[in-house]
């Protein structure tokens, strides 16, 4: 999602990044899918905070929590691409194969 949104131009020595932890609940694969990244666009949207690395993500029965590290939106190094107005649940899929979990999402820019 924030390579669709964004561009990193350089890299930002001595980065504070800020750890988060993102917790999201729904009745169905799709929907925990659907919430985290509404979060994350949140984050970004309100707070201005740009997803660096996921550390974890456990999901369980009809919760999902993730551990995220954000950087600070700067425009000396990012440049914005494109705008996502909302997370879609327009032929979004969540599917276990084999023992990877593999997903597909369209964004609303």
């Known amino acids: 999602m924030f390579a669709v949104l964004l561009e990193k131009t350089k ?5 504070a990044l800020t ?14 899918l659907k919430a985290w990244l509404d979060e994350l666009l949140f984050c970004y949207a309100v707070d201005h905070l740009v997803l660096v690395r996921i550390k974890s993500i456990d999901v369980g029965g009809k919760e999902m929590k993730a551990l995220v590290l954000f950087d600070v939106f700067d425009r000396e190094y990012y440049t914005v691409k494109d ?17 990877r979990w593999q997903a597909q999402v369209i964004f609303d820019v």
């Open 11 to 15: 890299n930002r020595p001595g980065a």
């Open 19 to 32: 750890e988060k932890e993102i917790s999201v609940c729904g009745e169905a694969p799709e929907d925990l």
């Open 83 to 99: 705008e996502i107005k909302a997370v879609t649940y327009h032929e979004l899929e969540v599917k276990k194969l084999r023992n």
